[in-house]
């Protein structure tokens, strides 16, 4: 698998070009890997974002600083803790072909375990007594099935599901930075883990969670995962987020019934409406896996493409680019295909435009390949 | 609807000829049909029934008497009953078409429900409180909308189902005689069920139940309703014997989600898992009906068809039909159609052979089409 354009593992250099550029002001993950295929390293991609913000409109454009990023690399190791890169042995398998896959996560704790198969579980916050019972039950046979099982660190069910695979593996994906305690109650928990599971953050060390980074994490959850069972969860909740993303990513959804007279099962039991696989227990997930493995697309990893140069485009055919995709744009998120449909333009200078916008801070990316205007 | 061969009505004489056709030991109800289809009339049927119990090996054979009958009858009419028969007005709409519909079903209170379109509502006997009170309150929503309720006035959530739908419409299908308090704790409702809903059973009056009258009861249950909804069942339930037969009848099956962590929940969960659609609501069953209507077949009644005259067979090919059919029988129930497949011979030889064999107590019919050897 290794070749000279895409080591196996970064070099320190490398390593600490790529944090520099997923750091950058406007740089997520799909504007990125899109950054490296094109200029075929982070330093050359660094060295062209300046120009590139440019053409999408902004004046003055800073790069991450090299200092900066040193700080974070000596932060994290401080911590006994490991910067994980996409296509990097640890790096997660199946988060790893996703358009959006983090190129750098912070993990503290043991890495290994995110090359292991995961299922997450995920639920309420204020679950039951039964419910965490009952999740810290499944997330014991599941591991000793030899799953990792995966999870957000939240109060209730998923404290309850770390708990319960601790012992044999379990991955705690957290919103904030790797090292942040939250909520204060589960800081036992996080220090278990640490000890004997991982923590992984796709944010810096040191990052208070806010509300806004929560779904993010959730996709992750997911991303990482065969398959997501949600135990007791509200209509509305985070995970009937979180199963919505594995749902889009193609992993096994499966969703514990429950009684119609508790508020906390009413989106479980809208999920099996759904279609999602009612399971009782981890047999009937391990049983849901099997059969429903033709399903799975727990695709090949993609390693790092060769770099593809930049397609060679006159000014003023960037210029009338530009005009037809903000003119098709707005504030509400658009799928990428959609406007590739609309635009009777070739997807690489689509794809160049927006990146330029995105780098300008004009443009936002949404899960699921949707872009609006800011 | 109405033709010389099949009046709506049977006159008294019809009604006392039915009475002791299906009253003669060894004959069920698609023996009935087959008879009274065969022979034209009941009162035929039970001339020429001593003979064709002969030519199944049986020496002697009485049908039911008279007297038994008109003391029956006498009971019913005390009761201030009423015997309703296949084809007449206020006979179940639905069961009408089953193979095995009852040709006279005992009603004490309102018979006029019967033609209403019903709603089945059956679980379990040691059914949680919340339990009770959800089918209490759905049976009320759904009797709202229009629908009659229709249980099996066991303890449990059939006694909640019928007490919630009281005063809008219920149906009791009972596995003894419509006057038999069965059990004791259900007296109050009984009498309250014969006041304002309605009481049926297949069986005379006056029979006590036994268990292996409560099958074919919840036979009946479904087969009267468009569609089934189970609340709290164990595995291995009589709710889901219920649910098997709508199944088999084509009606739709719903079935209200619970905790695994409960036994009661454990066989609706399973209901869902195999296609049950989960409902929470008397809203979700209403939808479930509308969406899913188009798969419900509920087929125009079939009335009495013009008798058809029995096939001329000389004694011979009668004889080896039997040796054929009892070579393929044995005590494990068959499918008669699988029967006709191995057979190589007419489906009207077979029929009667079979019936005869069923008249001399040789052959027992099962739901479903099935049959085996004594």
């Keep these: 698998m290794v070749c000279s354009m895409t080591p196996d593992t970064l070099n320190?250099?490398?390593?600490?070009?790529w944090l520099r550029l997923i750091r950058t002001e406007n740089v997520g993950p799909v504007t990125f890997h899109q950054l490296l295929q094109r200029h075929g390293s982070a330093a050359a991609a660094l060295a062209a974002l300046p120009d590139l913000a440019k053409r999408g409109g902004r004046k003055h454009f800073a790069v991450w600083s090299r200092d900066a990023a040193e700080r974070e690399l000596a932060a994290i190791h401080r911590l006994g803790g490991k910067l994980v890169a996409w296509g990097e042995p640890d790096y997660p398998p199946n988060l790893e072909p996703l358009d959006d896959a983090p190129p750098l996560l912070t993990v503290l704790g043991r890495p290994e375990l995110l090359a292991r198969k995961s299922i997450a579980m995920v639920g309420a916050r204020n679950a039951s007594a039964s419910g965490q019972r009952f999740a810290r039950e499944m997330a014991y046979d599941l591991a000793r099935a030899g799953f990792v099982v995966t999870s957000g660190l939240a109060r209730g069910i998923d404290a309850a599901?770390?708990?319960?695979?601790?012992?044999?593996?379990?991955?705690a994906v957290v919103g904030g930075g790797a090292d942040v305690v939250y909520p204060?109650?589960?800081?036992?928990?996080?220090?278990?883990?640490i000890a004997e599971g991982a923590i992984v953050a796709e944010c810096p060390v040191g990052t208070v969670p806010q509300?806004?980074?929560?779904p993010r994490r959730n996709r992750l959850i997911s991303g990482?995962?065969?398959?997501v069972v949600v135990i007791e969860a509200a209509l509305k909740s985070g995970s009937l987020i979180t199963a919505r993303f594995a749902a889009e990513q193609?992993?096994?959804?499966?969703?514990?019934?429950?009684?119609p007279l508790d508020p906390r099962c009413r989106g479980t039991n809208d999920l099996i409406r759904n279609g999602a696989t009612l399971v009782e227990s981890a047999e009937d997930v391990l049983a849901g896996l099997l059969s429903l493995g033709g399903r799975t697309p727990v695709e090949p990893p993609r390693r790092r493409p060769a770099p593809r140069p930049a397609p060679e485009t006159t000014q003023n055919e960037r210029d009338e680019a530009e005009t037809s995709v903000t003119r098709l744009l707005g504030p509400t998120p658009v799928p990428v295909d959609e406007l590739l449909r609309q635009c009777h333009l070739s997807p690489s200078i689509i794809a160049m435009v927006l990146l330029e916008l995105e780098l300008a801070g004009r443009l936002d990316r949404h899960p699921g390949g949707l872009v609006s205007l800011r």
């Design 211 to 214: 509300a806004r980074h929560f």
């Design 184 to 193: 204060e109650e589960n800081r036992g928990l996080h220090e278990e883990i």
């Design 224 to 227: 990482m995962s065969v398959g």
């Design 161 to 171: 599901a770390h708990g319960g695979a601790l012992a044999q593996g379990t991955v």
């Design 12 to 17: 320190p250099q490398e390593r600490l070009d």
């Design 250 to 259: 193609g992993r096994e959804v499966f969703a514990v019934p429950g009684s």
